[in-house]
C-alpha cells in the first residue's frame, strides 16, 4: 500500500492536470442566496467559491477596468430598445472579502450601452467610449470621477433600423474595443438572416479615434456581441441563426482576422463550414474564415475573459466563456459558463444550473478576470453581479 501511494503521489508532482481533474475540476452543489428571496444551488468545482457581489440591476452586460483601477458596468435595462441603460461603477472592491464600497450610476439615460472602453490618444487626452445602439460617444476622463466631467463627443453613428423580434432580429449591441491607436466596433445584422442594404451590418469595422478612417475588417459576422484584445489578437464570439432547426448551426469564437466569415450564406456546423440553401451565392463556402472553438447550438455564446498562464492557477492559460442559453427553454442549451484552452481544446462546464426543471434561474453575460482563479461575471436576467473566487 505505501509503494502505491508513493507512485501515485509520484505520478500526480509530474503531471498535476491529473489530480486537478480528479478533485477541483469536479463540479459539486454551490447554494447561492439571493436579495429576493430566492435560493439554489450551481453546480461548479469543489475548490472554487460562487457568491453574489452586487444585485438590484436591470440587466448588466459587460465590465472593463478603468486606467485607474475601477470597475465599469453597463446595463442595458430591459431587452426593449429604450434610452433607459446606464453605466455603472463599482468601487471599492473587495477581493477578499468579495464586497464592493460604493455603486455609482456614471451616467444614465443611455440607449442599450453595451460595452465601454478606455483609451488614451497620442495628445495624452484620456477618454471612456460607450457604445449604444445607434452610435459611439466618447467622454473625457478623469480619474476618480462620479460622472461625466465633459460633454460627450459623437464619434460614428450605426444603423439602427429593423430591430424588432418579429423579423427575427434583435441584435441592439455595439461593442468597442481600443488596440494600437485604433478603435474596433462589432455591428450586429438587422435580421436573422438577409441580404443587408447597409454596409455596417454583421461586421467589424476599425477607425481613428476620433472616427475617421473607418473601413470592415470582417464581414459576415451575425452578431459578435462580445470582443477583446488578447496579446495582439482580436477574439470575438459570434451567434449563429436560428432558422435552421435545433442542432445547427453551433456557435462560434473566432481570433479575427481580414475577411469573410459567411454570413447568411453559410455556417458552422461542428468542423465543417456548409451552405444555407436559402441563401446560396456564387463562390461558394471555401473562402469562409474558420472559428478556434465552437459551442451547442443557440448557446448565445457571449462574453470571455482569458486568464495568465500559472503554475498554481486551476484556470491558468484558460478561457472562461459565458453561454446566455437558447431562447428556447426545451431546447435548454447553454445558461452557463464554460473553460477551454487558449487553442479552443479541451471545453469543459464551469459552473452550469442556470436552467433547472423548466426553469430559468439566470443568463450569464459578461465575465472579467480579477485574479489568476477568480472572476466577476453578469447574471442579465435576474440582475446579479457574481463573484468566483478560490
Known sequence: M?????????????????????????????????????????????????????????????????????????????????????????????????????????????????????????????????????????????????????SAQLVARFPDHGMSAANGGWHLTRTVVPSNGKLYVSIGSSCNACVETEALRAVVVEMNPDGSGQRIVARGLRNAVWMAMVDGQLLATNQGVDHLGPNVPNETFYAIKPGDYGWPSCYVAGKAIKADPKYPRKEGCASVMRPLAVFPTHASALGFDVFAKGDNAQLGDEIVVALHGSGSIRLGHGYKLVRMRRDGSGQRDLVNGFLQAGKVMGRPCGVLRVGPDAFLFTDDKSGVVYYVRP
Open 2 to 150: 505505501r509503494i502505491a501511494a508513493l507512485i501515485l503521489a509520484a505520478t500526480l508532482a509530474i503531471v498535476p492536470s491529473i489530480g486537478r481533474s480528479a478533485t477541483n475540476d469536479a463540479l459539486t452543489p454551490h447554494r447561492i442566496a439571493l436579495k429576493d428571496g430566492r435560493s439554489f444551488d450551481l453546480q461548479a468545482p469543489a475548490s472554487l467559491r460562487i457568491t453574489p457581489l452586487a444585485e438590484g440591476f436591470k440587466r448588466p452586460r459587460f465590465f472593463t477596468r478603468s486606467p485607474d483601477g475601477r470597475i465599469f458596468l453597463t446595463d442595458m435595462h430591459d431587452l426593449s430598445d429604450n434610452t433607459r441603460g446606464a453605466v455603472y461603477i463599482l468601487d471599492g472592491f473587495d477581493a477578499a472579502n468579495g464586497k464592493v464600497g460604493k455603486i455609482t450610476a456614471w451616467a444614465t439615460g443611455l440607449r442599450n450601452p453595451n460595452s465601454v472602453a478606455f483609451f488614451k490618444d497620442a495628445q495624452g487626452v484620456q477618454w471612456i467610449y460607450v457604445a449604444l445602439t445607434d452610435s459611439l460617444l466618447r467622454y473625457r476622463y478623469t480619474p476618480g470621477e462620479l460622472h461625466p466631467t465633459g
